[in-house]
């Protein structure tokens, strides 16, 4: 039974608040570059993986800043230099009202809500129609946003399909699972263990 097999450790209980000061500590220090590189291959595919099964255009990881002043495009896929390293001011767009609210989107026709930041779109030459965006939580901290999006090239053109509930629900999952592969990776860094 798996409970039995997950039972507290009465020798390491007296470190856990310990560790988990460090495991905050180690994501209040995190950076883009440490972000994708704490993601290895196992967390880019499980990225790729669900942005296919989302039929998304695109998906990115936003990480806050050291300044708490701004998201900054930490991991996208499909791989996009234009996208990547991107920020956006914390009082600015869809993505940022998600961190502030900690509460997942899911929006369509995105390109007539209010609080969209249409600095992206205008850089790139699209338009975004549909956005999912999930908070993203590494060490017990909240860090980013989990995003991604359906767009067009041509405003006059249809809109893709809209996202769903479901898909939403398949978003946070995946945020969920980062969180529980990046906070294996500290604390494996924390305790010494090659794993």
Same mark, same amino acid.
């Given at each position: 039974?798996?409970?039995?097999?997950?039972?507290?450790?009465?020798?390491?209980?007296?470190?856990?608040?310990?560790?988990?000061?460090?495991?905050?500590?180690?994501?209040?220090?995190?950076q883009p570059e440490d972000l994708r590189s704490l993601l290895g291959n196992a967390g880019r595919e499980l990225v790729r993986v669900t942005t296919k099964t989302l039929e998304a255009d695109s998906a990115s990881i936003w990480l806050m800043s050291s300044d708490r002043t701004r998201l900054i495009v930490s991991h996208v896929f499909p791989a996009n230099e234009d996208l990547m390293n991107r920020d956006q001011p914390l009082d600015e767009g869809l993505v940022s009202l998600v961190l502030k609210s900690e509460q997942p989107i899911c929006e369509n026709q995105v390109y007539e809500?209010? /609080?969209?930041?249409?600095? $992206?779109?205008?850089? #790139?030459?699209?338009?975004?129609?549909?956005?999912? *965006?999930?908070?993203?939580?590494?060490?017990?901290?909240?860090?980013?946003?989990?995003s991604c999006v359906r767009m067009?090239?041509?405003?006059?053109?249809? /809109?893709?399909?809209?996202? $769903?509930?479901?898909? #939403?629900?398949?978003?946070?999952?995946?945020?969920? *699972?980062?969180e529980q592969m990046i906070n294996f990776r500290f604390l494996s860094g924390i305790l010494g263990l090659d794993l």
């Open positions: 039974m798996l409970s039995d097999l997950l039972q507290p450790d009465a020798t390491l209980i007296e470190y856990s608040s310990t560790i988990e000061q460090r495991l905050e500590a180690c994501s209040r220090r995190m809500h209010l /609080d969209h930041s249409k600095r $992206t779109d205008q850089s #790139l030459g699209v338009v975004t129609c549909s956005m999912i *965006a999930v908070p993203f939580y590494a060490g017990g901290v909240l860090r980013g946003v989990v067009k090239d041509d405003p006059e053109a249809p /809109d893709p399909p809209a996202f $769903t509930s479901a898909d #939403l629900a398949r978003m946070s999952r995946l945020a969920k *699972a980062l």
